[in-house]
């Protein structure tokens, strides 16, 4: 058996540890850590962020992505990290039995 957890480290990723919860949830309601579990040969999303929130609202709350927000927004950058997540859950809905 594997388990990979998300483990928000407020040292490194630059916050407020009093933020953990939030940004661990937030990792998930955005789409960025996605629950899954592979069972049988097959990979099952056991969480489906509905509605799921833009990924800003994940990397907004720390530091270590700054430099998508100051000096200037860097709405390049931004996108193309919304647009990954999306393609994730794009293929992940195309994946007949992706979802529990």
Same mark, same amino acid.
């Given at each position: 058996? !594997?388990? &990979?957890?998300?483990? =928000?480290?407020?040292? /490194? #990723?630059?916050?407020? =540890?009093?933020?953990?919860?939030? $940004? %661990? @949830?937030?990792? +998930? @309601?955005?789409?960025? #850590? =996605?629950? *899954?579990?592979?069972?049988? /040969? ?5 969480? $489906? =962020?509905?509605?799921? &929130?833009? +990924?800003?609202?994940? !990397?907004?709350?720390? %530091? @270590? ?11 390049? *950058?931004?996108?193309?990290?919304? &647009?990954?997540?999306?393609? !994730? #859950?794009?293929?992940?809905? *195309?994946?007949?039995? %992706?979802?529990?």
């Amino acid at each position: 058996r !594997l388990i &990979l957890a998300l483990a =928000p480290c407020p040292t /490194g #990723w630059d916050y407020s =540890p009093e933020h953990s919860i939030d $940004i %661990g @949830r937030l990792a +998930v @309601r955005t789409g960025v #850590w =996605p629950l *899954k579990e592979f069972e049988n /040969g097959e990979t099952h999303f056991t969480k $489906i =962020p509905r509605p799921r &929130l833009p +990924v800003e609202e994940y !990397l907004k709350t720390q %530091g @270590r992505f700054r430099h998508l927000f100051y000096p200037q927004r860097d709405e390049t *950058k931004i996108a193309q990290i919304q &647009l990954e997540v999306d393609r !994730l #859950w794009t293929s992940a809905e *195309k994946t007949a039995g %992706g979802f529990h």
